[in-house]
């Protein structure tokens, strides 16, 4: 999608957690990098046949888009990396969390067969941690992934975390800290 639009032409409509382009008729929710140069937008879009689209933005302009099935949630970092958790199935209690670079290609993607309950990525868009709510058959889990590998790099089955603070190396989750060295 990002290579069949010019997004120049769009003009979003900017609030702290909400963005709108009313050219594609979309409207959604917002979080914004920890430097405030990226926000990440999820939402439905109207001019699309997918029932969701993603918008990254660049300091007010639009970067990428990137179409989904029913967006639950996002994250983004300071280097524009992002992470959509995307629910394919409207009856399902399961998601999808894809990773995007600051253009919008695919890195990667890992489903869960349990919604999201929390997300966190680090400001240099290596490591992004996912918490999940309780699933049909089982609890919530903890989920620690590297960005730079594709893959999952640390999981707790039966947990909930509710702080997770990455600096540098290390990621702290509820006040015990983890180097990720040790863990690759």
């Given at each position: 999608?990002?290579?069949q639009?010019?997004?120049?032409?769009?003009?979003?409509l900017?609030?702290?957690?909400i963005v709108?382009?009313?050219?594609?008729g979309?409207?959604g929710?917002?979080?914004?990098s920890?430097?405030?140069?990226?926000k990440?937008?999820w939402?439905?879009?109207?001019?699309y046949?997918?029932?969701?689209?993603?918008?990254?933005?660049?300091?007010?302009?639009?970067?990428?888009?990137?179409?989904g099935?029913?967006?639950?949630e996002?994250?983004?970092?300071?280097?524009?990396?992002?992470?959509?958790?995307d629910?394919?199935?409207?009856?399902a209690?399961?998601?999808?969390?894809?990773?995007?670079?600051?253009?919008g290609?695919?890195?990667f993607?890992?489903?869960?067969?349990r919604?999201?309950?929390?997300?966190?990525?680090?400001?240099d868009?290596?490591?992004?941690?996912?918490?999940?709510?309780?699933?049909?058959?089982?609890?919530?889990?903890?989920?620690?992934f590297?960005?730079?590998q594709?893959r999952?790099i640390y999981?707790?089955?039966d947990?909930w975390?509710?702080?997770?603070?990455?600096?540098?190396?290390?990621?702290?989750?509820?006040?015990?800290?983890i180097?990720m060295?040790?863990?690759?």
């Amino acid at each position: 999608m990002t290579d069949q639009m010019d997004f120049s032409e769009l003009k979003p409509l900017i609030r702290p957690r909400i963005v709108a382009i009313a050219d594609i008729g979309f409207y959604g929710q917002a979080k914004d990098s920890p430097d405030g140069n990226f926000k990440i937008a999820w939402g439905e879009a109207s001019d699309y046949s997918d029932k969701g689209l993603y918008v990254l933005l660049k300091n007010g302009v639009v970067a990428a888009m990137v179409p989904g099935k029913y967006p639950l949630e996002a994250v983004v970092a300071n280097n524009g990396i992002f992470v959509v958790h995307d629910r394919t199935n409207k009856q399902a209690l399961a998601h999808t969390v894809i990773t995007y670079n600051h253009s919008g290609q695919e890195l990667f993607r890992q489903a869960f067969r349990r919604l999201p309950a929390a997300s966190w990525i680090s400001p240099d868009g290596k490591f992004f941690a996912v918490q999940t709510a309780n699933g049909l058959k089982g609890g919530a889990i903890f989920v620690l992934f590297d960005v730079e590998q594709g893959r999952e790099i640390y999981r707790v089955k039966d947990t909930w975390c509710k702080d997770v603070v990455f600096s540098g190396n290390c990621v702290q989750i509820d006040g015990k800290t983890i180097t990720m060295d040790k863990l690759k």
